[in-house]
C-alpha cells in the first residue's frame, strides 16, 4: 500500500466529518455577516504581517501588540465569530489527536532508548 493513498484517503474522510461541516457552517456564518468578515479578514491580515516581520527578524513593537489586541477584542463581538473560533478549537483537537496517531511510529523509534 501507498502511504500516499492512505493520506488522501484520509483526507476524503476529513471531509465527511461533523468538525469539518460544522466549521464549514461557521465560516459562512461569518462571510454572511459584513462587518464581522471585515474584522475576521482585517485580524487575519494583521496577524499575517505579525508573521512577516517576525520572520524577517523584524521586532513587533508595543503597538503591534496593542492593535492586535484591539482588534481581537473586538471579535467578541461577534456570536459568529465566537462560534467559528468554538469550531477551530474542535477541529484543532481532532487534528492534534491525528497527528498522535500519525506521528506514533516517530515516537516509539524515540521511546526505545
Request: no cysteine; charged share 35%; hydrophobic share 35%.
Amino acid at each position: 500500500m501507498n502511504i500516499y493513498d492512505s493520506a488522501n484517503s484520509l483526507e476524503q474522510d476529513l471531509r465527511k466529518t461533523q468538525e469539518v461541516a460544522d466549521l464549514k457552517l461557521a465560516f459562512e456564518a461569518v462571510k454572511a455577516n459584513d462587518l464581522a468578515f471585515k474584522l475576521f479578514d482585517k485580524v487575519q491580515n494583521k496577524q499575517f504581517e505579525l508573521q512577516q516581520k517576525q520572520m524577517q527578524g523584524q521586532e513587533i513593537t508595543d503597538d503591534d501588540i496593542e492593535a492586535m489586541r484591539q482588534l481581537t477584542d473586538q471579535l467578541q463581538n461577534y456570536s459568529e465569530i465566537k462560534n467559528l473560533m468554538d469550531k477551530e478549537q474542535k477541529m484543532n483537537s481532532m487534528m492534534e489527536e491525528l497527528n498522535k496517531i500519525i506521528s506514533k511510529p516517530i515516537a516509539e523509534i524515540y521511546q526505545d532508548k
